[in-house]
């Protein structure tokens, strides 16, 4: 076998359903456990093995090594089964949901990593058409909560909340352009991080108070590199700048009053601050997701609308 590549951007974790599902890769890959003789045999056109299934179970997921060269092909790979161009692989259920989700996110994060606006905005615009084309192909709630990734870094958060936001627009009948630009606002909504200084990205779950202050400008600064992009809508740059504002004014940057939050980012709020109460942990729970609906509900009035709320908790019932 080839040399491994060590670069953390050429890590790629696959979800659980992928492998469950005995998916076949088109190249060589290379796992981080080279104790397991079943998981280093895995070569071009073997079939994944009843027991790296059963390893991949247990351990939750199953992290691979994927070389530069091979990245392209990747990627191709993930949108035939996502688009089901491949009649030979089984492209239903989670493991179609999978492979949606994860070449939305491959894409996204490394439009991301170029730090450039435009191309950030450009990847934003292509794969919101990509989660609601997704969406039509009929997965429920439980199944999008199912493939989000395990929240490690500020970008999976984001599209963790991006994808979750954008099922409950769909939920809610949004159509059209409207649709598209709620999704849109929804992936570009934490940009501001790329700005904010990377110590106190390091030190995200206990901040100090500089750091929290820094990122607590997060808003602010993606305003400003959205506000760069002409094709940028009202619609958006409101849900990158006010997606942690609150009715009682508490929030942040600016603490503005209830009657001038914009309702698009008032539902951004509502999945923002679900996907934080419930850890962010992937797969959610049925207790994770209880205990989140019951905290938000407290929140009616000081930092959420009543309204928004009443809505996802009419989504939210289906997989309770």
Known sequence: MSGVAYRLKDLVSFNRY?????????????TTDASNPHIRSIRKGTPISSEVEKYASANNSLRLFIRPED?????LLLE???????????????FRDAAYMQWIRETYTAALDSRDTLSIFDSAMVNSERMIRWFKLNPSLRSVLN????????????????????????????????????????????????????NALQSLMSPSTEEMRSLNSHPLRG???????????????????QHHECLD??????GIPSDQISDAAKM?????????LGGNRHPFTYTDIHEA?????????????????QCWKSIVRNVL
Request: glycine letters at 8%; charged letters at 20%; a negative charge.
């Open 18 to 30: 992928i492998l469950r599902e005995g998916l076949v890769l088109d190249f060589d890959v290379f």
């Open 293 to 309: 609906m019951v905290h938000l509900e407290r929140e009616i009035g000081t930092k959420i609308s009543k309204e928004h709320f």
């Open 249 to 254: 004014g508490s929030g942040f940057p600016v």
């Open 147 to 198: 493939v989000l990734e395990n929240a490690s870094t500020w970008q999976s958060v984001a599209i963790n909340t991006a994808t979750v936001c954008s099922y409950f627009a769909f939920a809610l009948g949004a159509k059209g352009e409207s649709l598209l630009e709620l999704t849109r606002g929804a992936l570009l909504a934490d940009i501001g991080y790329l700005d904010v200084n990377a």
């Open 71 to 75: 990245v392209d092909g990747y990627l």
């Open 223 to 241: 305003l400003k590199r959205l506000a760069s992009v002409d094709r940028a809508s009202w619609t958006q740059m409101m849900m990158v700048y």
């Open 80 to 94: 035939s089964i996502a688009n089901n161009e491949d009649s030979k692989r089984s492209v239903s259920g989670l």
């Open 268 to 276: 951004y709020s509502v999945i923002e601050r679900f996907m934080s």
